[in-house]
């Protein structure tokens, strides 16, 4: 499967809980999420909306173009690039450009269409700082328009 294949499965609005851990375990945080996604052409968006309880909200928009195989995400604070290893496993390796020395390198499982899990595992520098482990199920299916 290439990665416009599995980008066009998993087009659509997935609903989580982020837990992020220190490297040791304890809690640092956790939240739900809604990511809505979709592709057209060769363009993705994605929109994370971040919900805690106790009321605050974030919400972050994405954009990455496909080049070739590869989703490559460069704008202005944000790069990374998307690698599909196998048909349900993909590794996505990216840093915010005002934070050189923090690299992400987060591996994405597919589970039939309607589920995934996700591992970021943060470093600073050579150190590990933080693991986040996000799962999620889809809510709906996105229409996507592919030019092939």
């Known amino acids: ?10 087009a659509g609005v997935w609903e989580g809980i982020y837990t992020h851990l220190t490297p040791e375990g304890q809690l640092i945080d956790q939240h739900a999420s809604r990511q809505e996604t979709r592709l057209e052409g060769d363009q993705w968006y994605e929109r994370i909306i971040y919900r805690w309880p106790d ?11 496909l080049e070739g195989d590869q989703l490559v995400f460069d704008d202005p604070q944000f790069h990374g690039q998307l690698f599909h290893v ?4 993909s590794i996505f390796s990216y840093y915010w450009k005002d ?10 499982v597919f589970k039939g269409q309607d589920r995934k899990a996700r591992l970021w595992q943060v470093f600073e520098g050579n150190e590990l700082i933080k693991v986040t ?16």
């Open 99 to 108: 934070r050189p020395n923090n690299r992400v390198v987060e591996t994405i």
């Open 55 to 65: 009321g605050r909200q974030q919400t972050l928009d994405f954009h990455a173009r």
């Open 1 to 10: 499967m290439t990665n416009r294949e599995r980008l066009r499965q998993a």
């Open 86 to 89: 196998t048909d349900d496993i």
């Open 133 to 148: 482990i996000i799962v999620e199920r889809r809510v709906t299916q996105s229409s996507v328009t592919s030019h092939q």
